[in-house]
């Protein structure tokens, strides 16, 4: 299992810009696929962005593309998610989360930062 520790969230004007930080400690991740995940308020918490740990393929949510970048930085074996260009539906709680490559489900997650996107 790995414990994952969420920073980074705030208040952004939109169009502003924010950095999510994820802290993963406990195993090796060499194996695993890290994902953000967003819930907002009265909706279902969605799928934003995920990447290999090795090799670091990545993948977003078409809301997204263009506008947030998820990296990671092994030495520090943090995840990151760059977000720009905000719009104020993009105001949500944000998850870090992990799973082994050979499984479909997320069944690390962390504790949730709270972004709120101003008009």
């Known amino acids: 299992q790995v414990q994952l520790v969420e920073s980074g969230g705030g208040l952004v004007q939109a169009g502003g810009s924010l950095r999510l930080s994820c802290v993963a400690s406990?195993?090796?991740?060499?194996?695993?696929?890290m994902g953000w995940f967003r819930q907002a308020p009265g909706k279902e918490r969605e799928f934003v962005a995920s990447?290999?740990?090795?090799?670091?393929?990545?993948s977003y949510t078409d809301s997204v593309k263009g506008r947030f970048t998820i990296s990671r930085d092994n030495a520090k074996n943090t995840v990151y998610l760059q977000m720009g260009s905000l719009k104020p539906e993009d105001t949500a709680v944000y998850y870090c989360?992990?799973?082994?490559?050979?499984?479909?489900?997320?069944?690390?997650w962390g504790q949730g930062t709270q972004v709120t996107v101003s008009s």
């Open positions: 989360a992990g799973r082994l490559i050979i499984t479909k489900s997320y069944n690390d």
């Open positions: 406990g195993r090796t991740l060499s194996s695993y696929v």
């Open positions: 990447i290999y740990w090795s090799g670091g393929g990545t």
